[in-house]
């Protein structure tokens, strides 16, 4: 299996942080570099970390003898925002503005944590700008994107998303009926997601664009276990 190098932005965020334990441990990923507004509290000699507002990485070479994948773990609320515009100007404007400034360093296949119901044409606020965001970073034409669509995420999240509450209730109903694509809707482990996001990143598909759904992440987690 061939080694790579990982970017990741929003590593202080409940996926970023299981992504960023996962990739240390794992022996595939030569290297690590972080993209994020505060230092995460933790060394290693594999990860390097860039600090700035607009989430760049003045300095980052890559070692062109390695894949090099981006990973953007980004959003926000619109508690935690302030506004919609707010809102917006993360969960679309910074992430499509950190998917361009990747490219330009080299990345080829970029991972993003989108949402289950992404749709530019959504009546929610939330769900049109993980559909918008996926429009413009699709258009940016890089060799491979892989949009993950998880549905409501568990784990120590300090604020829960309205959306993943909504997503969580109608879970509880659901749950025993949450067979095939109802089951996309049950609440997923951020560790399931960045353990599904190692996996599409060591074993990326020949697709140029795709979705992955909760179901899809939790079956691609259990196939590597068994390896």
């Known amino acids: 299996m061939n080694k790579i190098v990982m970017l990741i932005a929003g590593s202080t965020g409940l996926t970023g942080q299981e992504l960023v334990k996962l990739a240390l441990e794992t022996p595939q990923v030569e290297c690590l570099a972080t993209l994020s507004r505060r230092p995460l509290p933790i060394e290693h000699s594999k990860l390097t970390q860039y600090i700035s507002n607009e989430l760049t990485a003045d300095g980052f070479s890559a070692d062109n003898s390695h894949s090099l994948v ?13 506004s919609k515009e707010k809102l917006k100007a993360i969960d679309v404007d910074l992430v499509v503005a950190t998917a361009a400034n990747m490219r330009q360093m080299g990345v080829e296949h970029i991972v993003i944590v989108s949402c289950l119901g992404a749709n530019p044409r959504s009546f929610s606020h939330y769900l049109r700008c993980k559909g918008e965001m996926e429009q413009a970073v699709t258009a940016l034409n890089f060799k491979r994107t892989t949009f993950l669509q998880p549905g409501p995420l568990a784990g120590d999240r300090q604020q829960t998303r309205s959306d993943e509450k909504l997503l969580q209730a109608v879970a509880k109903v659901l749950k025993p009926l949450a067979v095939g694509r109802l089951a996309n809707y049950l609440p997923i482990q951020a560790e399931t997601v960045a353990e599904a996001i190692i996996q599409l990143s060591l074993n990326p598909t020949e697709v140029e664009v ?18």
């Open 70 to 82: 981006g990973v953007i773990c980004l959003g926000t609320t619109i508690k935690q925002a302030g």
């Open 210 to 227: 795709s979705r992955v759904t909760s179901s899809q992440m939790q079956a691609l987690v259990k196939e590597s276990a068994k390896r």
